[in-house]
């Protein structure tokens, strides 16, 4: 089982860059895959979602940090999910992580309140994303 996020990089500020989420080893159809996002060095505990898809039935959730500049979608055929990110800050620079959740286990909630690090079964490796001002 692994996912592996890809895509990160340095830009300018204004600019734009696309991750890719890409799962193997279990079955992509009935999970929730989040975006989290995280200063390097900083443990895990906490960690906050910007962004999460249903691969089932597509809906989404954006943080208030990102709404309106990333956009989040999934391939199923090619057991992806992108995320999209546009008008890049300096602020957007962490380091990226995708996680997934079997859409049996996860609460509702998370498409107000996104997913809860907590929770996830399966974890990928980062992705740095640097913004230059």
């Known amino acids: 089982v692994q996912l592996q996020a890809s895509g990160g990089g340095l830009v300018q500020a204004g600019g734009s860059l696309r991750l890719s989420c890409t799962a193997s080893?279990?079955?992509?159809?009935?999970?929730?895959i989040g975006w989290f996002r995280q200063a390097p060095g900083k443990e895990r505990e906490g960690v906050p979602c910007?962004?999460?898809?249903?691969?089932?039935?597509?809906?989404?959730y954006y943080a208030d940090s990102v709404k309106g500049r990333f956009i989040i979608s999934s391939d199923n055929a090619k057991n992806t999910v992108y995320l999209q990110m546009n008008n890049l800050k300096p602020e957007d620079t962490f380091v990226y992580y995708c996680?997934?959740?079997?859409?049996?286990?996860?609460?509702?909630?998370?498409?107000?309140?996104?997913?809860?690090?907590?929770?996830?079964?399966?974890w990928g490796k980062g992705t740095q994303v640097t913004v230059s001002s």
């Open positions: 996680a997934a959740q079997s859409g049996g286990a996860v609460e509702s909630r998370w498409r107000l309140l996104g997913l809860d690090w907590n929770f996830m079964h399966y």
């Open positions: 080893g279990f079955s992509f159809d009935d999970y929730v």
């Open positions: 910007i962004s999460s898809i249903s691969t089932s039935d597509g809906s989404t």
